[in-house]
Each structure stands twice: as C-alpha cells, then as structure tokens.
C-alpha cells in the first residue's frame, strides 16, 4: 500500500496534472483525458475484456492523442501471445478491436480534409510563428542534426538556478526552475 501511495502521489503532483489544476488550459487537459483513457482501457482490460470497448476506447485515445493509441500494441500483443489460453476466437476478438478505431481514423481524416483540404494534414504546419521558430522549423523536424542537441539536453542538461541577483550565486525560491529547452 505505501509503494502505492508514492506512485499515485509522484504521477499526481509530479506531472502535467498538477499544472492543469494550476492553469487550466487546452493541451494539458487533452494529457488528462488520455492518460484517464488510458487507465479506463486497462482496466475494462483487467476485469471484463471487451475488446470491442477497449477498441472503443483506444480509438477515444486516438481522436485525442495519437501518439498514446499505441497502447493498442499492447492488447493485440496479449490476445495473440501473452494470453496464457490461445483462443479460437482471436481473429473475432481482433477485429471488434480494430474496428472502432478504423472508424476513428477515418473520421478524424475526414474531419482534416474539411478543415485543410489534406487527409494527415492536422494544422501544425499552418501556425503563426515568430521568426526564431520559423528558423528552428526550416531544420526540419525530423533530422540528425538535432541529435547532439538532444543528446546534450537528455544526459548533461540540468535544470536553471534561479539566482537572487547577477553578482552572485545566491538562490532565491524556487531555487531552480525547468530548461525550456528540455
């Protein structure tokens, strides 16, 4: 029970929900709604397995965060080689859990087409931005040249003091604070 309660009390106060309660915005709230998602799957996953809910509710995760839908991996990982009794059924069970979120897929390309005339198209290369972020932008996302960078900032970066004045190394509350660029 105590190693529970520093695992609720370190994902709860050490996470994005401790800043939602603070400042309630969008995209931490869309966190919210797929990490509660995410814990609604497992668990119809551990008491009833109804794959067709679970399939529901991955493609629920998909509309809000694509990226988390990969939980999905995981429940077509168990019915086809973890489940410890191989089922007839499988074929059946995989496809109650693919089809909501095909369904999901094609309607959320089909929400991007009406908005940007494009089916992947989701609005993030159509945002105003300053000039450094253009600079930043013409790199190019996905590229090698960002990996000493991330290597820098994931294994050296540390946080920033916050320093009473320019003269000294002298902190002030709250002595540190995040790296933007972490």
Known sequence: PSDSTYLALAFCCASVFIRV?????????????TVCLIFLSLLEYLIKKRY?????????IMA?????????????????????KKNRNS???LAELLLPVFVTIILLMYYNYMRFDSLIE???????????????????????????????????????????????????FPYIRANPWV
């Open 52 to 60: 067709w809910l679970i399939g529901l509710i991955v493609g629920f």
């Open 21 to 33: 309660a603070a400042w309630p915005r969008s995209c931490p709230f869309a966190q919210v709604v």
């Open 122 to 172: 989701e609005g993030c290369s159509q945002k105003i931005l300053s000039e450094a972020l253009i600079k930043e932008r013409s790199y190019g996302i996905i590229n090698p040249v960002h990996l000493p960078g991330n290597f820098y900032y994931f294994f050296v970066g540390m946080p920033i003091p916050v320093l009473k004045n320019d003269l000294s190394p002298v902190l002030k």
């Open 64 to 84: 809000t965060r694509v990226t988390a839908s990969l939980i999905l991996v995981y429940f077509i990982i168990d019915l086809f080689w973890l489940s410890k």
């Open 91 to 93: 074929a059946k069970k």
